[in-house]
Structures are given as C-alpha cells and as structure tokens.
C-alpha cells in the first residue's frame, strides 16, 4: 500500500498571518498536492491568555485568500479531530501520566520565581541556564508530602543523554548533543500541555508524515525526536525551510515594512503575486518565475529548496503583482478594485461600466496594486482643476491654435482606440508645416484634457472621454486661459 503523505499547517492563533507562517503553509500545501496527500490545519492554541478565536478566523480567511485549502482542520472536522490543541487536553495529560509511570519525565515544584532566580545565578557563573534537575532527586516521600499539601506541580521531561542525529529533507544530516537542552516542561501546574509535547502528541495520533516548518524550529526538532520515541511513536520525517530576512540580512520583521498577509490584502496586492512570491522564497522554479498555484503544485518538490536564507524583497514582490495583474481581464479587475473605487469616490451608486472597463484597458500596463487603480483612472471620470502656473503655460498663441483646432476637429461619433490613433496622427500632421513638434501639439492637449503632463496615451483619452466631455474639457480650460493676465 502507498502512504500517502499526510503534512499539518499549525499556527499559533496570536496574531494575523505572517509572511513567514503563510510560506510554511504554502510549501505544506504544495507538497500535499504534488504528492496526493492531506494538507491538515491545527490550530495550536495551548497559550491561551494569547490565542484569540478572531486570530484563528483571520488566518484561515487569509489562507483561503491565498488559495490554500485544507482537507481537515477545526472548521471542517476529519478523522483525527479535535484540530483545536485546546480542546485535546484530556489526551496530552493521559500521555504525561504514561511518561510519568515509565519514569521518562518527573513532577518539578519549583515556582516561577525560584527558577528565575536560580538562571540568574547560573547566567553569572558562566553556566548554561538550563533547568538543574533538583526536583529530579526529590525522594518518593517528599514528592507525595508536596503532592498531599496541595503544592501545584508541573511535569518535566527527563532528557535522555546521547546524541541524536537526524536527516534533514533540505538539510542533509543534522547532528545535536543532548546534553545542551534542558529538561523541559510537558504539563504545566495547571493541566495545559507545553508546545513541545502538544506538537508531537498530534503530529503522532494524526498521523503527520512530513513535518515541513521554519528553521527556527530546529532545535525544538531534537526535543521532539526525543519525545516521539519516549513515547513509542513512529518518527515523522523533518524539513527545515530556510530562514526569511529582510534586505539587511537581519531577521524579517515590522522595521522591514508589512509582515502580514493581511496588511499586503489591504494594501491591493493580488494573492495570485503573494503566493508566485511566497513560493520564490526559498524554492527555485524549473522554467518561469510568473507562475500560478497549479502550475507550482505541479513543479514542487522538495529537492529544490535551498538550504541558505531568502532575502525578502519588496520591489520584486511589486513586479510580481504588476505581471499578475497584466495577465486579468479587465472585468476581473474592476471587481478586484471596486472597493478602491468606491472609497475613493470615483464609484457611486451608478456609474458608466463600459467607461470604466475602457478606463481599466487604459491604465492596465501601469498598474502595481489595485489600489492604484482609483489614482489612475480619475481622469477619465473627473475633470481636473489647472493651476495658474499651467494656465499661464498654456497662454501662448500655439497651444491656443492647438486646442482651438482640436475643439473644431474632434470626431462626433465615439471612436475606437485604432481611430483615435489615427485622428491624432493626422491631426499632428496639420501642425508639421507650421514648425511645430510632436510635444508643441499633444502637451497642451494632454493638459487641457487631464491637467497631468504624463500620463496614459492621449488616444485612450480622446477615445475613452468622447466628443463632449473632451469638448468640453477643451472648452473651459481654453475660456480660463482667456481670463488670465
Ligand atoms: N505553532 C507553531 C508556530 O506557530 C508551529 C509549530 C510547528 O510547526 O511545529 O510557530
């Protein structure tokens, strides 16, 4: 029988999605696709002061956004529910009493406070402040005295001493002493389990092949490799993806700009670029760098992600999301950017939707976010306000030949793009013999028609605004020009 792989996305419900936490989901989920596996959500909710169920919601909705969708998780249920680690409890405690019995871990009474006084002291004699086993030699009565007094107890692991040596997916072989960690918490006083034993509890009973998470979770590997054969499971095989840092080599973080997926979502970035992006983060596509989530489901494997860390790169991240938007409809993209529209005024309740689709062509090549689409579009829908300075500019007896010329010629009828080209083209031909150059005649038209001096071609204006608005921009601006000094 094959075993088809079965890989988890376990975020912490403290905060919205980071741009991290969202590669590892990715890099899960396209290893779960490619191979034909499952793609299973946990929420790891055991800090509970921290978790929030509004966390929670806001990652799936932006895993949703992204296109990653779970075959098991805490709304969808599965075979190996619950998918909330709050709601396993019962479980972690029935295994660290199981560890407890075959002597692999031992209840510590230490308080918070003692322990923080004992690092200090081992922080200033120069030893390493890991936990110093004092309730370790407890005898069996004095642990049943603390017990019968009602002295809250925590569970520790009793670290094995050796060496645990482990191949890595990306890594290769990694290789750690034992003896550098020390022995850490399953269950706390009050019941509620580490991170360390909740994760390798549920890797385990759900039945997680291939545990793909950050390097930063290396060493926390060991701790569960040791667990897992304390507690008699078969191992999961390891992938460690490579750090994310920002440009200045250090690790990615909010001095470095946006670092959630929410914040990107907002600011009109495509989830088609996030994700392209996210994929480049780390792993190195066989042919193109603009793909989509299948053609990456298709291309993924492991092998092909590097061992060394990815620099977060914001411009390349802008280059993606513009060759993204290249490749939507136009259709597409005002629905995408309707919410920009509204909020910037330029949609109301009714508005003239050929207009805006023909708008959308126009400026489709300029775009970076779909928040520029509001920015971009305005001249098409609302006429612009000159200043003195570009009234004076227009005050000379050429561009007032131009723009007089253009008011008497400009064709009745609505015009194609091709025949707006064409109009404009003969119309520049007029002016040839008078020494005037291209700029001499399309600047002040430009200006008349937008107020801008740069901008989209000047036959989507004339096409797009038609024979009466671009009169009667022509117009009013041709009138004030007249009023100036
Ligand atoms: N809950 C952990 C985190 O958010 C992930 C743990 C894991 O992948 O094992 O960092």
Redesign the pocket.
Same mark, same amino acid.
């Given at each position: 029988m094959i075993m088809r792989p079965r890989v988890?996305?376990?975020?912490?419900p !403290?905060g919205h999605l980071h741009i991290g !936490?969202a590669r !590892?989901a990715l890099f899960n989920y396209l290893f779960a696709r490619h191979e034909g596996g499952k793609f299973i959500l946990r929420m790891?909710d055991t800090d509970l002061p921290r978790s929030r169920r509004q966390f929670e919601e806001s990652i799936c909705e932006d895993l949703r956004w992204l296109g990653l969708n779970w075959d098991e998780g805490p709304d969808l249920g599965g075979l190996f529910g619950p998918y909330r680690q709050s709601e396993r409890e019962k479980l972690y405690q029935e295994e660290t009493k199981r560890l407890l019995r075959e002597g692999k871990a031992y209840y510590c009474f230490c308080t918070q406070e003692e322990l923080e006084r004992r690092r200090k002291e081992a922080f200033l004699a120069g030893k390493a402040p890991r936990y110093d086993r004092r309730c370790l030699n407890l005898s069996q009565e004095e642990k049943k005295k603390l017990l019968k007094e009602g002295k809250k107890a925590a569970v520790r692991f009793r670290i094995p001493a050796g060496k645990i040596k482990f191949k890595d997916l990306i890594k290769g072989w990694v290789e750690f002493n034992s003896e550098i960690f020390g022995d850490f918490i399953v269950l706390r006083s009050d019941g509620r389990p580490s991170?360390h034993l909740a994760?390798v509890v549920d890797?385990a009973k759900m039945a997680i092949t291939h545990?793909?998470?950050?390097e930063?979770?290396l060493t926390?590997t060991v701790c569960?490799i040791l667990l897992f054969q304390a507690l008699g499971y078969p191992l999961p095989l390891f992938a460690h993806l490579p750090m994310i840092l920002g440009e200045d080599g250090s690790k990615l973080s909010k001095r470095h700009g946006a670092t959630s997926i929410n914040e990107y979502r907002k600011q009109g970035y495509l989830p088609e670029a996030i994700v392209n992006y996210l994929a480049l983060l780390g792993w190195s596509p066989k042919k193109k760098e603009v793909v989509n989530l299948n053609n990456l489901i298709e291309d993924f494997s492991l092998e092909r992600v590097s061992k060394s860390p990815s620099i977060f790169n914001l411009s390349k991240l802008k280059w993606l999301n513009r060759e993204h938007l290249k490749l939507k409809e136009n259709k597409e993209i005002l629905k995408l950017a309707f919410p920009y529209l509204i909020a910037e005024g330029i949609i109301k309740d009714k508005f003239n939707k050929k207009k805006m689709l023909q708008a959308i062509e126009a400026v489709k090549l300029n775009l970076e976010l779909l928040s520029d689409v509001p920015s971009y579009v305005k001249i098409f829908f609302k006429e612009a306000s000159l200043s003195k300075e570009v009234l004076g500019f227009l005050k000379n007896p050429n561009s007032i030949k131009v723009l007089e010329e253009l008011k008497e010629t400009l064709p009745a009828k609505e015009i194609s793009f091709t025949e707006a080209k064409d109009f404009l083209r003969k119309f520049k031909e007029k002016f040839k013999n008078k020494g005037l150059t291209t700029r001499d005649v399309f600047l002040p038209i430009r200006i008349a028609l937008t107020g801008e001096s740069s901008g989209v071609e000047l036959f989507y204006l004339i096409s797009i605004l038609g024979h009466d608005e671009s009169l009667k921009r022509v117009e009013r601006v041709l009138s004030q020009v007249r009023e100036i000094k």
């Open positions: 988890r996305f376990a975020p912490s !403290t !936490t !590892t790891e991170y994760v890797d545990v793909i998470r950050g930063d979770h926390n569960h």
